[in-house]
């Protein structure tokens, strides 16, 4: 019997590293793809190589290559149309590649995605549970963004002080405690969205504070639902942001 579980662990042991491999080996052909198409070796509206023709020139297998391209999909940067391939949907602005530490790009994007789900909860119950202090606390950081946007600084700091400000007035230290464990990945994340706001036109942060101040009525107001959906709504379009650019057919995608 120990001798079958032990076999049984292995087993599991190396499809996990298995799995673990391939989800690297993804991430890399992710970004290649990404810098092809910010390069323009993959113009906005054109059809991409086919899978073949992609294996070979990453030398990965089709499963890591499919995994690379759902990733592209759901960041809205590729989409695919039945019977024709997948087509590049937007060329993003080539300085995320200048603020972003090379391979970590699919780590950003998987951060706002824990942030989403973790946040808007704590946003939720903000609203419900809120003291006067923690009022005082989130409004002050909104005070400190404002500023921010006025002076042209940068921010990162103010708006992580506003959104730990939020998960406080949860009254649920775990929220505070599962985002703190990822600082160092959050504040990266939000510098590298500052930035590209920096570089954009300046109504670009203009509706990044909006949707600040939409989270902080919410909370005031007592409203869950409301708070919930202007988190999540934040930080959805913060990850989509990222990737601000071209659309297809050249029109502008500066106002997500």
Do not use: W
Not at 71 to 90: A, P, T, W, Y
Not at 137 to 146: G, H, M
Not at 210 to 234: C, F, L, T, V, W
Not at 240 to 249: A, I, N
Request: charged share 30%; proline share 3%.
């Amino acid at each position: 019997m120990a001798d079958k579980q032990r076999a049984m662990s292995e087993a599991v042991n190396i499809v996990d590293a298995k799995g673990g491999g391939e989800r690297r080996l993804a991430d890399q052909v992710y970004e290649k793809i990404l810098t092809a198409i910010i390069q323009g070796d993959f113009p906005a509206g054109e059809k991409l190589p086919t899978e073949m023709v992609l294996c070979a020139r990453f030398g990965v297998s089709r499963p890591v290559l499919r995994q690379a391209l759902k990733q592209l999909k759901s960041d809205e940067l590729i989409v695919s149309r039945q019977g024709s391939g997948s087509f590049v949907k937007r060329k993003p602005d080539g300085v995320v590649l200048n603020f972003s530490p090379v391979g970590s790009i699919s780590d950003i994007q998987r951060t706002f995605e824990f942030r989403a789900a973790i946040e808007s909860e704590a946003a939720a119950l903000a609203a419900q549970r809120h003291s006067l202090e923690d009022l005082k606390r989130i409004k002050e950081a909104l005070a400190d963004l404002e500023r921010c946007v006025k002076t042209g600084e940068v921010g990162a700091g103010a708006d992580e002080a506003f959104h730990m400000a939020v998960c406080a007035a949860s009254g649920n230290h775990y929220f505070e405690n599962a985002r703190s464990s990822m600082k160092s990945q959050i504040v990266l994340a939000m510098t590298l969205n500052r930035q590209l706001s920096l570089a954009s036109p300046e109504t670009r942060l203009l509706k990044v504070q909006e949707e600040h101040e939409q989270i902080y009525e919410a909370i005031r107001s007592g409203n869950p639902q409301a708070a919930y959906k202007a988190m999540r709504d934040h930080i959805e379009s913060a990850r989509r942001r990222v990737f601000d650019g071209v659309e297809l057919g050249g029109s502008s995608d500066r106002q997500m």
